[in-house]
């Protein structure tokens, strides 16, 4: 299946583009897609474990399964004060 990813941040800045469309087999996790987001995005590879990933503006676990119609994002840590 191919999920589109939206980006946003620092995630939109490292990957220099606001998306990307990841090819998933069918019945993949999110734990699925941070893999392929850190192997085909290597400039993101050291943000991906700490990546707040949103299914259908839901934050998402890595155990939650994905379908190809689903809205996807990519959020980065966020701090402030």
Do not use: C
């Not at 087999?25 to 400039?43: F, H, N, T, W, Y």
Request: hydrophobic fraction near 45%.
């Amino acid at each position: 299946m191919v999920v589109n990813v939206k980006l946003f941040a620092l995630v939109r800045q490292q990957a220099g583009r606001s998306h990307v469309t990841v090819e998933l087999p069918d019945g993949a996790k999110v734990s699925d897609l941070r893999q392929v987001l850190g192997s085909e995005l290597p400039a993101l590879a050291s943000l991906v474990p700490h990546l707040m990933i949103a299914v259908n503006a839901q934050y998402a676990g890595d155990d939650q399964t994905l379908t190809e119609d689903a809205e996807v994002a990519a959020i980065p840590p966020v701090s402030g004060g």
